[in-house]
């Protein structure tokens, strides 16, 4: 959801970091990016690590979701382009869709809704409905149960390294379309196909669906 369809990654950094300074822990661009795709969970832990016994998660998430808030209220959440033709071609061919977010539920539909796209999709599956987040696969084998569908006959698209390993390790087939990180080598190994954008994700599913 985030970064792959809606444009929130690059808010959610600035509302992190912001709220991070507020209260005297610093977060750099690659401690953020350490946390991208991650749940609740295993961000508090990776945070916890990194920034010490006396840091609060707690309350850096309470900052972060105030100054979030603030930011969308003032901007908006933007769909990243090539979603809305994509979605719509996809419809158009009967193509199930599901969205797999590490979010929590509440924010994750109040997200979807704000940017129009909520109804473009069967089910809605988030980090709080699993007990382990990405790179684990439990989130899309959850989503691919409830869509009725074999995990093999399903594609996966991401813009995280965790979500790339989790797609890999559900025996799904991933695309990823980076956002704030590029792939590592490692990880690029496991994508099927790796995108500029929607755009070029959305030529692709033509090319697999011709005729």
């Not at 995990?151 to 956002?179: K, N, Q, W, Y």
């Not at 690029?188 to 599913?205: G, M, T, V």
Request: with cysteine; glycine share 8%; hydrophobic share 40%.
């Amino acid at each position: 959801m985030d970064g792959l369809m809606l444009d929130t990654e690059r808010v959610a950094r600035i509302a992190w970091q912001r709220a991070a300074m507020d209260l005297g822990f610093p977060i750099s661009d690659e401690l953020y990016a350490s946390i991208l795709g991650r749940d609740v969970r295993d961000t508090e832990t990776i945070l916890v690590n990194a920034l010490g016994p006396t840091f609060s998660y707690a309350t850096l998430r309470e900052h972060y979701l105030k100054r979030f808030n603030e930011l969308v209220e003032k901007h908006g959440i933007a769909t990243k382009p090539g979603l809305i033709p994509l979605l719509d071609y996809l419809g158009q061919k009967g193509i199930r869709t599901s969205v797999a977010t590490s979010t929590g539920r509440d924010r994750a539909l109040s997200r979807l809704k704000s940017a129009g796209v909520l109804e473009r999709f069967r089910h809605v599956v988030t980090g709080d409905e699993v007990s382990k987040g990405k790179p684990a696969p439990d989130i899309f084998l959850k989503a691919a149960e409830r869509m009725k569908a074999t995990p093999s006959e399903c594609f996966v698209l991401e813009d995280t390294e965790a979500g790339v390993r989790a797609a890999h390790a559900a025996g799904m087939t991933p695309i990823c379309i980076p956002d704030l990180k590029q792939l590592s080598p490692e990880v690029a190994r496991l994508a099927s196909r790796i995108f500029p954008s929607l755009n070029e994700a959305k030529s692709h599913f033509e090319s697999l669906l011709k005729g």
